[in-house]
């Protein structure tokens, strides 16, 4: 398995951050967002726009898309940890394989401060958090400006 990191100083090209919005959105099914969503998190990660930045972790086998995780700054601490995991995503017919806790581990190696993560209630992704140390410590509210 390869691994590339991308952050400010390592950024891909227009045609693989297409690439691996198109795989989020895919790949995270029910648990994902819309596409300019992604998109979002993607150019904050990378620091394309005014933000602490972060950085994206992407896995292959030969040239397949394995695994990809999004994960930004939060510009705090103590109060509200130091960054966000905001997307991770496993391919689908690589799932049951140990990449994805492979790179939840990288990741959480890969982030100066402690990690946030939002996870439903439903998602078979909880499971893995739990084993890799996350707890539940707040239950979270949003509230939500109509336009």
Request: glycine content about 6%; overall charge positive; aromatic content about 8%.
């Amino acid at each position: 398995m390869n691994i590339i990191c991308y952050d400010e100083n390592n950024r891909p090209c227009a045609a693989e951050k297409k690439a691996m919005v198109e795989f989020l959105f895919l790949h995270l099914e029910n648990f994902g967002d819309a596409r300019t969503d992604i998109e979002k998190a993607i150019a904050y990660a990378l620091k394309e726009t005014a933000s602490p930045g972060g950085f994206i972790l992407k896995s292959l086998q030969n040239e397949t898309m394995t695994c990809v995780v999004v994960v930004t700054k939060t510009g705090m601490s103590g109060f509200v940890p130091e960054n966000l995991l905001v997307y991770i995503a496993t391919n689908n017919a690589y799932r049951g394989q140990g990449i994805g806790k492979k790179m939840m581990q990288l990741a959480l190696k890969t982030a100066q401060g402690n990690v946030a993560l939002h996870v439903e209630p439903h998602n078979p992704a909880k499971l893995l958090y739990e084993k890799l140390g996350f707890t539940n410590k707040y239950l979270e509210m949003r509230y939500i400006k109509s336009q």
